[in-house]
């Protein structure tokens, strides 16, 4: 028998065993074995139905046919498919028997295949045919590879199921197959060693299976130590390899990967010759890229560029434009006439596929309706070195949206997302609204912003329609708030529950309880905030959509706080001085329509009962008393970042409010200044006392609170994103008199976790410095409580690089590295924007949808924290577990 494999037998070889089988005949008087195998071939359809002998071939009448050898094929099925018949006459050896064969063979159902003559009667040849069935793959097992699941998908990609035929071309394939992949991944010592072990089937008995054993090697990645370029006169070596993604290694990329892979080879030299093009080479081309191994370890490149001559644009005249005037056009376009040559540009000018909102003459089409506007770019004069092109435009029909669907979501109810849809049906087509789209779901948080997808389906041209379909992939928008962090100011703690997609008219519907009524867009906050001077309880209650036709934002907030007296400084608490602080918000917030409809608008009234209790810092002098705290905060917010929250690739927003409180002074007729000289407000020595005239200036707190905060996202390239970020903030009054309240003030340094709000005090983030240490530089520090009365100024300037590791739903993580800088000030007098607390470091977040976002910075302070001689404040670590920045 012979093994398994599929053989291919030229003519001479069939005949060739035709001539033996006479032999034997002649000599022997056995059976005629007639063995023949034909080349594979999938034009072939059809065989001879006449009969021709080969060599001393002699003519019987067929008698019975029987089938043997392994098969779980029906024996008549098998006859039947011959094509042969009882009784008819045959030459053997013959065409007939040989088309037979090849027939069978053609099926790739078999390993091998005889015909045998096992009796002749009265010049009747009874035939056997002899069929072993190519055997089925059972199960794959992969050695060399540890994990499961990377087995799975290596059995998966290499298309290693069960029930395949397993034939020696394909054992062979397989392993070419193998090899290539590594190889293309620069596994260039690939090793690939595939056994076959035989199993018995139980379930026949027949059908013949085997077990693939794979032992897979794949040895160390190669790396290059030779790259050699030639041909380039304009361009340097450096230049060109700057451009490269693949490089060379030499001893100033020690730290940089240098290892080869196929397609990072392929984008280097698209690279280049993109470079050449964007400045004027519009026929430069590799004419030899070579890879030669060196080594076990290493490879070397040899390239041969061709420059060709440097051209300039020509004439740019526009065809088929009925919408827009050329002088229109020509102001997207922005190429003149001489300028050098950029076909990189000139595509990008066309339709730049990398920015879905970017400013080309295919987005000015298709945001104003022309979905089916074809724009090609055609040379139609090259004289010298110039090129003059014409710009053809196929306007075609206005588009408009039919049906507008979304799937996916299981569990945010449709009307929360068609609300925020900026396309309906019979609404003119807009790819512009279709991008805002999904950056709006993204931001939602409800959804997988990397997996949000708009999909076109019916689209007809003739008449001008097509229906889109949304496609969600819901994400964890509730989460277990477990926040800390550890800085200058000890451990802080959050125990809480934040429901971001919460039903409120859920909670009497025990069918909407899995296991929390949800799916409504709304915001339900619970938080519990401690650390070793304070307790804080809060709610939070949060309506995007107020009325349900409308984006306007309403909510409420409720809290109580207990804190105590903290010395920063020695980093020590007072339990027996406190004072307790209630207080709640309601605000709404409206998106504007003009200048643009990323503006929000917002307003909120608050108010805050503060009750001390033999508590006393620097900025007041009553120990025991109650103030008021009763604002109004006008905020003006834009927000145009990219889809993912967490993640932005772009875009900014700013937001700068102003926190208000009535101006009693105005209108309640008290001489601040003469309370010392006011007997009601004196002891009983007649001295001023100090905790009534205090009492009595801020019983109700009158002050204005401005801030302003700006960030930038700006893409790199590929996803290395730079955060830039600005932060002012301004305290004052309106009564010099009456002064500066002492409460709602900045607080600078540290981890900023602590950035809760309690008597309106705001802890600015500052890494590189212990929490809350930070104090205006021209202040003399007379005793330790003045590390915590704040500032009445602020500034903070922050530049921020981030790459992420991976953007899954189940978890997002990305490494940053940070330089910033900040101060505070007690006065106008004092401000300067340019004297900084500076800092730089390094960190990782992690965000997982239950818990929120994770991480921790190690932040080197340069400057020396005021009221202290040492130098720079060196390393500091800040944790940071729920908080968002």
């Not at 071939?41 to 046919?65: C, F, M, R, W």
């Not at 999909?455 to 889109?468: C, H, I, R, S």
């Not at 407000?681 to 707190?701: H, S």
Request: hydrophobic letters at 35%; aromatic letters at 12%.
């Amino acid at each position: 028998m012979k093994p398994l494999s599929i053989i291919k037998i030229e003519k001479e070889d069939l005949e060739k065993q035709a001539n033996n089988s006479i032999n034997a005949l002649m000599n022997n008087k056995l059976l005629i074995i007639c063995y023949c195998l034909l080349l594979i071939s999938s034009l072939h359809t059809a065989y001879a139905q006449n009969d021709v002998p080969i060599a001393n071939a002699k003519e019987y009448t067929l008698g019975d046919i029987k089938v043997i050898g392994n098969t779980s094929y029906n024996e008549q099925t098998i006859i039947a498919f011959t094509g042969l018949k009882k009784g008819e006459k045959l030459y053997i050896p013959g065409d007939r028997l040989s088309n037979v064969i090849q027939k069978l063979w053609d099926l790739g159902l078999f390993s091998d295949i005889n015909f045998y003559v096992s009796k002749i009667e009265n010049n009747t040849a009874q035939l056997e045919l002899e069929i072993v069935e190519v055997p089925e793959l059972n199960k794959t097992v992969v050695k060399g590879i540890k994990k499961p699941k990377k087995q799975a998908a290596f059995i998966k990609e290499h298309k290693l199921k069960k029930g395949t035929k397993v034939t020696e071309n394909f054992i062979a394939t397989t392993k070419s197959g193998i090899v290539n992949k590594y190889k293309e991944k620069g596994f260039f010592n690939t090793d690939v060693d595939i056994q076959t072990v035989n199993i018995k089937d139980t379930t026949t008995g027949e059908k013949p299976k085997v077990n693939l054993i794979l032992n897979l090697d794949k040895g160390q990645k190669v790396k290059i130590s030779k790259l050699n370029i030639e041909g380039n006169e304009v361009f340097s070596d450096g230049k060109i390899r700057r451009k490269m993604k693949t490089k060379r290694k030499n001893f100033l990329r020690f730290w940089k990967r240098s290892k080869y892979t196929a397609e990072e080879f392929k984008e280097s030299k698209k690279k280049v010759v993109d470079f050449y093009k964007s400045k004027g080479y519009r026929d430069a081309r590799f004419t030899k890229d070579s890879i030669y191994k060196i080594d076990d370890k290493n490879i070397g490149l040899d390239l041969a560029i061709e420059e060709g001559d440097k051209y300039y644009f020509g004439d740019i005249s526009f065809l088929g434009n009925s919408v827009y005037t050329d002088q229109q056009l020509r102001m997207v376009l922005g190429i003149d006439k001489g300028d050098v040559y950029n076909g990189v540009l000139l595509d990008k000018k066309i339709a730049d596929n990398t920015k879905p909102d970017a400013e080309d003459l295919t987005n000015l089409y298709q945001n104003n309706g022309y979905l089916f506007s074809q724009i090609n770019a055609v040379e139609t004069k090259i004289y010298n070195d110039t090129i003059d092109f014409e710009i053809r435009i196929q306007e075609g029909k206005i588009a408009y949206f039919d049906n507008i669907t979304v799937k996916g979501n299981d569990r945010t109810h449709d009307r929360v997302i068609y609300r925020n849809l900026r396309t309906r049906p019979g609404q003119k087509y807009s790819k512009q609204d279709v991008v805002r789209t999904i950056r709006e779901l993204g931001q939602l948080g409800f959804f997988d912003a990397e997996q949000l997808s708009p999909e076109f389906k019916n689209v007809n041209p003739q008449a001008g329609t097509l229906d889109l379909e949304y496609s969600v992939v819901e994400s964890g928008a509730s989460q277990i708030e477990l926040q800390g962090g550890y800085g200058g100011g000890g451990f802080v703690g959050t125990l809480g529950l934040s429901l971001n997609n919460f039903s409120l008219r859920g909670i009497f519907d025990k069918d909407s309880y899995k296991p929390l009524p949800m799916g409504d867009g709304q915001s339900l906050s619970l938080r519990a905030q401690a650390s070793s001077y304070y307790q804080t309880y809060s709610l939070t209650f949060s309506e995007p959509w107020l009325g349900g036709k409308k984006p306007i934002r309403l909510t409420t907030s409720f809290s109580h706080t207990n804190r105590y007296y903290y010395d920063f400084y020695n980093r020590d608490t007072d339990r027996s001085r406190r004072f307790l602080i209630t207080g709640g918000s309601v605000g709404v917030a409206k998106r504007l329509t003009v200048p643009d409809d990323y503006f929000t608008l917002s307003a909120a009234i608050s108010y805050q009962h503060y009750k001390m209790e033999n508590y006393q810092i620097g900025l007041f002098n009553f120990p025991e008393g109650t103030s008021n705290n009763l604002a109004l905060t006008l905020g003006l917010s834009r927000d145009n970042t990219y889809t993912n929250p967490i993640f932005p690739m772009g875009g900014s927003k700013f937001s700068i409010t102003a926190k208000l409180t009535p101006p009693y002074s105005m209108f309640n007729d008290v001489d601040y200044a003469g309370l010392a000289d006011d007997p009601n407000y004196q002891d009983k020595d007649g001295n001023p006392d100090l905790a009534k005239i205090d009492q009595k200036k801020y019983n109700w707190l009158e002050y204005y609170k401005i801030k302003f905060n700006g960030d930038w996202y700006t893409n790199l390239f590929a996803k290395l994103v730079l955060r830039s970020s600005v932060e002012y903030g301004f305290l004052g009054s309106y009564n010099k008199d009456r002064g500066v309240p002492p409460f709602e003030r900045f607080l600078l340094g540290g981890d900023g976790l602590s950035n809760f709000t309690l008597d309106g005090t705001e802890n600015i983030r500052l890494r590189g410095y212990r929490n809350n240490t930070l104090i205006p530089r021209d202040r003399e520090v007379t005793s330790s409580a003045s590390y915590n009365d704040g500032a009445t100024i602020y500034n903070k300037y922050s530049l921020e690089l981030r790459y992420p590791i991976t953007l899954k739903p189940t978890a997002s993580i990305y490494t940053l590295v940070f330089a910033e800088g900040g101060a505070t000030f007690d006065g106008f007098k004092d401000f300067n924007p340019f004297e900084l607390n500076r800092s730089a470091g390094f960190g990782i977040r992690i965000f997982m949808p239950a818990f929120g976002l994770l991480g921790i910075d190690f932040g080197y302070g340069f400057d020396p924290i005021p009221g202290t001689n040492s130098g720079a404040n060196g390393w500091e670590t800040h944790f940071i577990i729920g908080q968002q920045f």
